[in-house]
């Protein structure tokens, strides 16, 4: 039998570019960007600050389009969807966590968990099942009907999380997600991310400046001038 080395990857991106506009200038962000991630992978993505780390989960989740290249995800070109079908794959193949958590201030934790299916042809009854059970998932069934005001940053978080796995998505992407955390919530939600990926089998692709979260990943990559390299050039021999 022949090896089939790409038939585990969940992403793959070949060849690409993306620069963006300023004025009559062009800066370029990404240049011939070539990646994969496995299924069920936990990936850390690094790098300074502008290296365009969140450029690129944006291209991952389908948020932008590349100038030029292939992306992949699940087998499906997504680079080669129309803007209407890329819309519907985002809404059943990838959560987002933000840094700052993105919840709707008016709404409870539950209602906010529940939002992503309203655009699935859910009813109402299997909406709020589904995100009750996602609420149980991030240990937050006790705070169901709280509004984001009167949770920690860690239980927002936690929010989000559920959020992002309501619809069941193969792939989480997650920018910073403990860059606004203590050090006590910034574990609990790698130890979150962790066991997605362990026990349920989610790929995560987090971006992150923790170097804790470096040593949880299965794979640590980082962006350095529209270029991916190899962490272990770059991270201290203790974060390993
Ligand atoms: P990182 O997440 O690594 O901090 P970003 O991907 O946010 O980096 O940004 C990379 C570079 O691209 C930065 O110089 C940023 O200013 C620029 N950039 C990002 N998005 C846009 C945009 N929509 N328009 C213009 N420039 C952008
Ligand atoms: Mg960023």
Redesign the pocket.
Known sequence: MSPQPEASSLVELEGVCKS???GDEV?P?LEGLSLRVRRGEFFALM????????????LIAGL?RPDAGVIRVGGIEITALSETELTAWRARSVGFVFQFYHLIPVLTALENVELPLLLTGLDRRRRRAHAEVALELVGLSDRRDHTPARLSGGQQQRVAIARALVTDPPLVVA??PTGDLDRVAAGEILDLLERLSARWGKTILL?THDPRAARRAHTVRV?DKGALIDARETLDPECR
């Not at 790098?47 to 944006?58: D, V």
């Open positions: 963006f506009r300023r800066l962000v790098g300074p600050s502008g290296s365009g780390k969140s450029t690129l989960l944006h932008d920018d910073e971006v962006l």
